[in-house]
């Protein structure tokens, strides 16, 4: 089991940026992947990006390719979303959250634990 935090999350306009983190505790962070996913009223939740234990795989749906890296920190036990180039149909809320195995996934099926939400604002 891992709590995660997540923070970052605002108001922008069209074609600002954002970073959010993601703080976990609880079990080893390098050795398990990690994943983003957002949320709009009345949507499905949707896959963001999946970042593997060690930080040197990633996987992006295909609405924020080019636009959105994730990144971590593994001695600071936090993952990052960096968002450029936001649009408004990147409003949601943002989810971090993670797997029992160092596997990635596209799908939120697979995450076992999830943090509280971050909102994210886009104004065009």
């Known amino acids: 089991q891992v709590q995660l935090v997540e923070s970052g999350g605002g108001s922008v306009q069209a074609g600002g940026s954002l970073r959010l983190s993601c703080a976990a505790s609880?079990?080893?962070?390098?050795?398990?992947?990690m994943g983003w996913f957002r949320q709009a009223p009345g949507k499905e939740r949707e896959f963001v990006a999946t970042?593997?234990?060690?930080?040197?795989?990633?996987f992006y749906g295909d609405s924020v390719k080019g636009r959105f890296t994730t990144f971590k920190d593994n001695a600071k036990n936090t993952m990052y979303l960096q968002m450029d180039s936001l649009k408004p149909e990147d409003t949601a809320i943002y989810y971090c959250?993670?797997?029992?195995?160092?596997?990635?996934?596209?799908?939120?099926?697979?995450?076992?634990?999830w943090g509280q939400g971050t909102q994210v604002t886009v104004s065009s």
């Open positions: 970042i593997s234990g060690s930080g040197g795989h990633t």
């Open positions: 959250a993670a797997r029992d195995y160092d596997f990635l996934s596209s799908s939120d099926n697979d995450y076992n634990d």
């Open positions: 609880g079990r080893t962070f390098s050795t398990y992947t």
